[in-house]
């Protein structure tokens, strides 16, 4: 059998040739005429996400920050009052500015300032829930400290609290972000911003009662807004974003979460809200007083 189809195929060879040489030709002719085929382009998975910062954001939380520490510290001068007694308003008053506005309004401001081709959201739990931290951790960091101000070692145990506070503050708030990835961290960086966190909360408590006129209580204000702001970005510095979809702009949506262009009037509004309620109680208590 295989020698009577070798015997073919020689046979006819020159038959073969001649028909291989046209279906050659053929293909080529359509190859040059016809359009080229698509290259599938699949997406890229895993990548590292470029990040920036708006130069103008990062200004303005680091006066955001200054400002809610110079409220804190006025406010801090009336926390003991005359007759040595601890008054809780102002601890909350102190709490609330130095918490609420110095450290979680500028963290949500200095995410602002973070630019990237990511489409982001965040949890409003995580997000509402590290305000709370960052004011019940302040306010108990300062009313401890109050008590005896002259003790440093209250202060620096106040501050290993405070300052341990405010990483959880940041950090959770970090938690709470939505996006199609995930963040790489350098721990290296986390313990470093963990550091500052706690040099700059021991700082801000020496301050708190140890500022006396207005020059010195805007100094101390200054330096405390540097603290939170190097805290905040080397905590930043810690985070690579890994995209691992394909429709980067894509922002999460759903129930209990609010994108990245709305937070801007949350940080806002709860931002005024708390600013509000600390002038009205300022002037509560200079009306008081005077009455008295």
Known sequence: MSLFINGFFNKHKHQFDQLFKVVISSCQGVSASSSPIPTLRLPLMNALVTTSYDPFDVLLSFVISI???????????????????????????????????????????????????LGVSYSLMETLLSLVAAVVATSLALAFVARRPQKLQRIAAAGLVLGLGVTFMHYFGMAGMRFGGYIQWSYTLI???????????????????????????????????????????????????????DNRLAVPTGTGVISSMDLPTLVTMLSLSIALVLSLDQIMQRVLAKAR
């Open 67 to 117: 400002v809610g520490s110079f409220i804190a510290l006025t406010a801090a001068r009336k926390i003991v009052t005359p007759n040595g007694s601890i008054s809780m308003s102002n601890v909350v008053a102190a709490g609330l500015s130095l918490g609420g506005i110095g450290v979680w309004s500028m963290h949500f401001m200095g995410m602002l300032a973070l630019k990237m081709d």
């Open 191 to 245: 313990a470093a911003s963990m550091v500052i966190a706690i040099v700059a909360a021991t700082a801000a408590l020496w301050l708190a009662f140890n500022t006396r006129t207005v020059v010195a209580r805007s100094v101390a204000a200054v330096i405390m807004g540097l603290a939170v702001c190097a805290m905040h970005y080397t905590g930043m510095m810690a985070a690579d974003f890994i995209c691992t979809t």
